[in-house]
């Protein structure tokens, strides 16, 4: 059974950081195409990156430099890591196998003082 299970979403003030974690269970992060997705209250979903097999990362054009993504094969586990965090970036925070359409069930970022 394919699962996404994100974690570390929270309420943080401007300026912040915080990283979400997908912990991966049923495939291998290593040998996937998996990506973060995100949606804004009142808003559609936006992928946000993309991270293939071979660890090669596509970041959607709108993405700043303040965010990056990694994984860890060994606990079949992304991260996104999320630094100078602004208001605009509050929104549910999913991660994503390419391929099967898998989800997760998302994980709540908010950012506010």
């Known amino acids: 059974e394919v699962q996404l299970v994100e974690s570390g979403g929270d309420l943080v003030q401007p300026g912040g950081s915080l990283r979400l974690s997908c912990a991966v269970s049923g495939f291998t992060v290593s040998s996937s195409a998996v990506g973060w997705v995100r949606q804004a209250l009142g808003k559609g979903l936006e992928w946000v990156s993309r991270m293939n097999g071979g660890g090669s990362i596509k970041y959607e054009a709108f993405v700043e430099g303040r965010f990056t993504v990694s994984r860890d094969n060994a606990k079949n586990t992304l991260y996104r890591q999320m630094n100078s965090l602004k208001a605009g970036n509050t929104a549910v925070y999913y991660c994503?196998?390419?391929?099967?359409?898998?989800w997760g069930q998302g994980t709540q970022v908010t950012v506010s003082s």
């Open positions: 994503a196998q390419i391929e099967g359409g898998y």
